[in-house]
């Protein structure tokens, strides 16, 4: 069985296909609604202030990263732990991850081992908006990979 993740900064779906001309399987599906948020609306005014440790010095507390990447940051390591318990479940043995550059990279970054060692294919697209047959349709050339079945892939 083959999991199929498609995600945006806004929500993400996992879906499951074992047949070629079987229709995906819609398992789960997250909402990030803050994801649609700009920074100015996050963050509600300036950084606090910090004396320096040596002299009189004061300035700006820093954060580490702006808050609408702390806000992507949380969503992937959401999108992980779904992926995480679903694998846990046996609910797919291989992965494909459909999602746009930045987000990938932070899903992939918060994927544990034993998830990301079962990634067949990583589409750097933004498919979210697609239906469940239009995204079928986009996929359809990636298709005979994804469905494959296990014992083919390791020969």
Request: proline fraction near 6%.
């Amino acid at each position: 069985m083959t999991g199929v993740l498609v995600s945006d900064q806004t929500s993400a779906r996992l879906f499951t296909i074992n047949l070629p001309k079987a229709p995906f399987e819609e398992l789960a599906r997250l909402a990030n609604p803050e994801g649609r948020l700009h920074e100015r609306d996050i963050e509600s005014d300036r950084p606090g202030r910090a004396f320096d440790s040596m002299g009189r010095g004061r300035h700006a507390m820093g954060t580490r990263h702006p808050a609408t990447e702390q806000q992507e940051i949380r969503f992937a390591q959401e999108i992980a732990t779904l992926l995480a318990d679903h694998h846990r479940r046996d609910s797919f043995q291989r992965l494909v991850l459909c999602a746009p550059p930045k987000l990938l990279g932070l899903i992939r970054e918060a994927l544990p081992k034993r998830v990301a060692e079962c990634l067949l294919l990583e589409l750097d697209k933004d498919l979210a908006h697609l239906s469940d047959t239009d995204l079928r349709a986009h996929l359809t050339e990636h298709l005979p990979t994804i469905i494959q079945p296990q014992s083919s892939l390791s020969a």
